[in-house]
């Protein structure tokens, strides 16, 4: 007994130099010694904890089974943390609780086994994850509502884009019915022009829903399929020729002789690179020239590897600022002094883009002489008999010699809400030579079908009440149940998605397309489905 007295004599100096609260039981439990952290901790003193169970320091719900743990302790003593994964719990003479950390340590000596148990009162370190905790909670809380409002705004940007196109459309295709309709050059000039400047609109809507998504876009978001590569590049130049032409600038292009006409990849996004390549060159150029380059870097059997460039002789970009014009929302000239428009977005949509389609946009440039951007961009070789109709207006002599009904012999129902926008679909559908009748909504057009015999149906996506989705639906569900002969339908949208697309395949119609519907189109659209 000496001994051991003389044992914890000795270990009470050294554990009373130890900064946490240190308790050493014996195999009852009995507290036989600790440290003055120990008083300070709990708020006992020497005397008072001398003696007693241990239990007596932790919350009363604790107890019983701690006394069968601490049994259990003792037949396979070793050093460990106790209660690992488990919030713990000490108990202060007034009562009060608080999270401990304790550690468990078995003692042996001549007189048998101790155990030291060192405990921590980590409070703030607990109140700390909780504050973390409940700001990650109050984050993911907001990130959510953030989501709900970015997708709320996306959808009503969407939808305004549609309400703001179906008008412009209309301006779009009766400009071109005036252009093909006048016979003095000055006036199928200025009609020209006008079509353009209606073409040069829809191209900002499109750059405001760029913008809104440009922050999700992954590879989910790519849309692949054949397209002529010649027809881009041609569109772009007859749409930002107006712009060009009142700066005095001249607008140039030129693809290589030897590269393939047709190619497989996501056009859509491939010809919002170049618009916006090609707006931020008119942007910053006042005199000389700007050209769109296309050249062939290497052939395979079923790939090609395209340099796409746009040179301007513009102000150049000074050499300190060339890493930062792909940042979002930065501006050359501050927008405080008026020289330039913008918001800083276009090369910033173009870079996500690039980089989406596995290039790598680049650019050259010396002030004051002019700035090249350019990028590479290894494309699937396609079949260009497979170009969707909304994507190619060049209407070869095969698919018009395979046509051979006249289209006096054939009827059209036309479906638009839109007053303008039916008048214009009605003049390019007359110039054509068809038969058609109209219906403002899709419940007059559902009547219409079941009371008469049409051999192609054009609508609208955007209509009141059954909308033109739904209307194929109907028609396509009556068809089946009266064993007619399903009648090609073609959706007309404001939208650009191609997720709009496959909504309208998936529902029934043979293809969806962007307005404006050009006599081309229309004229493709009979050689496929009215041969």
Not at 235 to 248: D, F, M, Q
Not at 300 to 308: C, V
Not at 467 to 475: C, E, P
Request: with cysteine; net charge neutral.
């Amino acid at each position: 007994m000496d001994s051991q007295l003389s044992y914890f004599l000795r270990l009470s100096s050294i554990i009373e130099a130890m900064p946490d609260a240190l308790v050493i039981i014996d195999k009852s439990g009995h507290i036989i010694l600790i440290n003055s952290q120990t008083e300070h901790l709990f708020g006992y003193t020497r005397a008072e904890l001398l003696g007693e169970y241990v239990e007596s320091l932790m919350p009363e719900r604790y107890r019983s089974k701690h006394v069968h743990h601490r049994d259990n302790y003792f037949l396979r003593p070793t050093v460990r943390s106790m209660g690992a994964a488990l919030e713990l719990f000490g108990m202060k003479k007034d009562g009060t609780e608080f999270p401990v950390d304790i550690s468990i340590s078995p003692l042996k000596t001549d007189e048998g086994i101790f155990t030291l148990a060192a405990l921590r009162d980590i409070s703030k370190a607990v109140d700390a994850i909780s504050e973390q905790k409940l700001l990650k909670e109050q984050l993911y809380s907001k990130n959510k509502e953030l989501e709900k409002q970015n997708r709320l705004k996306t959808e009503f940007l969407a939808n305004m884009s549609h309400d703001i196109r179906t008008p412009l459309t209309g301006v779009i295709g009766l400009s071109k019915l005036l252009e093909k309709m006048v016979q003095d050059s000055e006036q199928k000039k200025y009609a020209q022009w006008l079509g353009e400047s209606g073409k040069q609109l829809l191209n900002m809507l499109n750059v405001i829903l760029d913008t809104i998504s440009g922050e999700n876009i992954d590879e989910a978001n790519l849309k692949e399929e054949p397209f002529e590569l010649k027809q881009i590049i041609q569109e772009i130049y007859y749409l930002e020729l107006p712009s060009t032409l009142t700066k005095g600038i001249e607008l140039k292009t030129h693809i290589d002789t030897k590269i393939p006409p047709c190619f497989v990849s996501d056009h859509i996004k491939i010809r919002r690179i170049l618009l916006n390549l090609l707006g931020n060159a008119i942007k910053f150029t006042q005199a000389g020239d700007i050209k769109i380059e296309v050249k062939l870097l290497n052939q395979e059997k079923k790939h090609s590897l395209l340099n796409f460039s746009v040179t301007d002789t513009g102000s150049g970009i000074p050499y300190e600022l060339q890493d930062k014009v792909f940042d979002r929302f930065f501006r050359l000239a501050p927008s405080n002094q008026g020289t330039y428009t913008g918001r800083g977005l276009g090369l910033d949509i173009a870079q996500s883009y690039v980089n989406l389609l596995g290039g790598k946009i680049l650019l050259t440039s010396t002030p004051e002489v002019g700035t090249t951007f350019y990028f590479d961009l290894l494309l699937k070789i396609g079949d260009i008999k497979q170009i969707p109709l909304a994507n190619n207006e060049t209407v070869s002599q095969s698919s018009t010699a395979k046509n051979e009904r006249p289209a006096n012999t054939l009827k059209l129902l036309l479906v638009e809400d839109n007053q303008i926008a039916l008048l214009a679909l009605e003049a390019v559908v007359n110039q054509a030579g068809f038969r058609y009748s109209t219906a403002v909504d899709g419940e007059s057009a559902l009547d219409l079908v079941k009371s008469e015999a049409f051999d192609l149906i054009i609508t609208d996506l955007g209509l009141p009440g059954l909308s033109g989705v739904d209307l194929a639906k109907r028609i396509r569900k009556f068809e089946k149940m009266h064993d007619r002969r399903p009648v090609p339908i073609i959706g007309l949208t404001g939208h650009s998605e191609s997720k709009i697309k496959d909504k309208c395949i998936k529902a029934g119609m043979n293809d969806a397309i962007t307005k404006p519907i050009s006599p081309e189109i229309l004229e493709k659209i009979k050689g496929t489905y009215l041969a």
